[in-house]
């Protein structure tokens, strides 16, 4: 549970909280009134669509998000389910990734328009319709895996460094609305950078303010898999070339001899 005054988690069978002193049980404060999101923490519009609307309730999370993630962060519940999260990160991402396949597919009729000699048809085309079912069946279930995977990561380089305040059910909500870059993807060419570069600030804004953690733990947590990953990948190209060199080395002494 979390102390009524100061906001922070306590044990369940705590009388008084370690952090500020605040008595927790008696006539005061009851055991059922000090289970409570932590202060100054409410529910978010997308959460809250009962009396907002169901649009209302999307627009107004995805501009806050997009446009204000410290605030919005700051007052994001760390606790309440992940269902919602879940299913506004569904929603956006969904979007985003239809416009990125519809901006593909323009690009490549564009290309056609200009060299008429290559050759596509309709089989092509055919081609892209099916590609375009087949994204709109398997992408709810990629945006899942997506979000559990990025969420775990992101949560345990945060516990490495002791920045994980909170659960993990505070990193995955992060994650999920901070998918709000996502709807950059609408954007044509450039879409794909807008998206990847601002759902990095939203995160690293997301998870300092959620977990009420400093912003250099928050970054390390964000930056560390990119760095892992571009070493990993560096690693594996280097290896392919040094494969590659070894090959041409010994068939350049076979033709020698």
Not at 51 to 61: A, D, E, K, N
Not at 95 to 112: E, K, L
């Amino acid at each position: 549970m979390f102390c009524p005054q100061c906001g922070k988690e306590v044990g369940d069978d705590q009388l008084f909280c370690q952090h500020c002193g605040a008595k927790l049980r008696g006539e005061e404060a009851p055991a059922d009134e000090a289970v409570q999101q932590p202060a100054g923490r409410e529910k978010t519009a997308w959460e809250d669509r009962e009396t907002r609307g169901f649009f209302g309730g999307l627009f107004s999370t995805m501009n806050d998000s997009l446009f204000r993630p410290s605030e919005f962060f700051k007052k994001m519940p760390v606790t309440g389910g992940l269902t919602d999260p879940l299913l506004y990160a569904l929603i956006v991402g969904m979007v985003g990734m239809m416009f990125s396949y519809f901006w593909q597919i323009v690009t490549q009729g564009a290309m056609q328009n200009m060299m008429p000699g290559m050759p596509y048809g309709s089989g092509q085309d055919m081609l892209q319709g099916v590609g375009l079912a087949l994204l709109a069946f398997f992408s709810p279930f990629l945006i899942i895996i997506g979000l559990f995977v990025t969420a775990g990561i992101l949560h345990l380089c945060l516990m490495l460094v002791k920045g994980a305040r909170t659960g993990f059910e505070t990193t995955f909500r992060v994650v999920s609305y901070g998918y709000s870059a996502y709807v950059f993807l609408i954007v044509p060419f450039c879409g794909n950078l807008l998206a990847g570069v601002w759902a990095i600030v939203l995160y690293i804004i997301g998870l300092r303010e959620a977990h009420e953690t400093t912003g250099g733990k928050a970054a390390f947590a964000v930056f560390l898999p990119v760095i892992v990953c571009c070493g990993l990948g560096l690693l594996a190209l280097a290896v392919i070339f040094g494969a590659a060199a070894g090959s041409l080395g010994m068939i350049l002494q076979q033709m020698q001899k």
